[in-house]
């Protein structure tokens, strides 16, 4: 099938034919074809880029995490176990 010419009546005729059920992963889909803002975003370099930019309150609705603190210091936990069982990596952390 040839993507040239493709109309939006007849992608919306092929949503359609997806079960009800299965709509969710249509979605997903159709999201990952769409441009990412972070790839076309300012590389963040100060604080105002930070703040500016969609990274902050991207776990917000999270429900696994519990307490912030204790969640990255699992992270570093789990990270410094990969990184050699502990030994320091070449900035000494």
């Known amino acids: 099938m040839s993507t040239a010419g ?3 009546q007849e992608i ?3 949503v359609q034919l997806v079960p009800v ?4 992963e249509v979605l997903q889909a159709i ?3 769409q441009p990412q803002s972070f790839a076309s975003a300012s590389p963040i ?3 105002t880029d930070l ?3 969609e990274l902050i309150g991207v ?3 999270r429900t696994d995490v519990g307490n912030s603190q204790e969640f990255a210091r699992e992270l570093r936990r789990q990270a410094e ?3 050699g069982q502990g030994r320091s990596d070449v900035a000494g952390h």
């Open 59 to 61: 776990w917000a609705d």
């Open 12 to 14: 919306l005729n092929a």
């Open 6 to 8: 493709v109309t939006t």
């Open 45 to 47: 370099r100060t604080g």
């Open 51 to 53: 703040r500016d930019s």
């Open 31 to 33: 999201e990952s074809l």
């Open 81 to 83: 176990q990969r990184n």
């Open 21 to 24: 059920e299965r709509w969710s």
